[in-house]
């Protein structure tokens, strides 16, 4: 199957700094990528869906200002987390598909903000 | 609007048993189901998925599904269970938009 990356895996900062999570498809094109948020002991929440070259589509309920996407070319989306406070701390899942395909899912990252 | 159910959050299952994971959907029009396994601190792997044909789905590392359009349903089934399935399972269904919505997810624990 197809392989998505996703980094950091693992990453913690300070409430009001801003982080970076960044998804990778190493072996395909993806003209499509979600990001779900995943927290403990529950379901994954669709934040946005991006497709590249255009702005992202957000969810109801999610801030598109704190959650700043960003799909640049077909192999790479980033969401940056601004000014971030202890409530965003979560489990971010980043997916890519291409086409019509099934969605593949990167690790996931694990964001701490202390 | 389209939904999904997993109406047991934890199945417990002793290994070399038949495994069985619930799920149900409500969708309009053809439902486009896919299981996923999740792993601690890890992202979701696809197990197998039904567009359309056979009823019964066949997919990775043994397991299978098998789709009820009248009682709809699609449960995740395995006829022997081994500890290292023991894991966190995802229904979900595809909407025409392309998003996936994820059932609550169903922990499966796989004893020795």
């Known amino acids: 199957g197809a392989v998505v990356s996703q980094h950091p895996s693992r990453v913690i900062c300070k409430s009001g700094t801003s982080v970076k999570i960044e998804c990778r498809s190493l072996?395909?094109?993806?003209?499509?990528m979600f990001w779900y948020r995943q927290f403990p002991k529950q379901s994954l929440m669709l934040m946005a869906t991006s497709n590249e070259g255009s702005k992202a589509t957000y969810e109801q309920g999610v801030e598109k200002d704190k959650f700043l996407i960003n799909h640049a070319s077909l192999t790479l989306s980033t969401l940056t987390v601004t000014s971030a406070h202890p409530e965003d701390s979560s489990f971010y899942i980043c997916?890519?598909?291409?086409?019509?395909?099934?969605?593949?899912f990167g690790q996931g990252t694990r964001l701490t903000v202390v | 609007a389209q939904s999904v159910a997993q109406p047991e959050d934890q199945v417990n299952v002793a290994e070399g048993n038949p495994l069985t994971v619930k799920c149900t959907y409500s969708?309009?029009?053809?439902?486009?189901l896919f299981w996923y396994v999740q792993y601690p601190n890890r992202g979701l792997q696809f197990l197998l998925k039904?567009?359309?044909?056979?009823?019964l789905v066949k997919g990775s590392y043994g397991f299978e599904a098998e789709f009820n359009k009248s009682q709809t349903s699609f449960h995740l089934k395995k006829p022997s269970a081994l500890v290292s399935d023991s894991a966190l399972y995802f229904c979900?269904?595809?909407?025409?938009?392309?998003?996936?919505?994820f059932g609550g997810g169903t922990r499966l624990m796989v004893k020795p």
């Open positions: 979900a269904v595809r909407s025409p938009r392309n998003m996936l919505t």
């Open positions: 969708v309009s029009g053809n439902p486009y």
């Open positions: 997916s890519a598909k291409k086409g019509i395909t099934e969605a593949f």
């Open positions: 039904y567009i359309t044909g056979d009823n």
């Open positions: 072996d395909f094109q993806a003209t499509t």
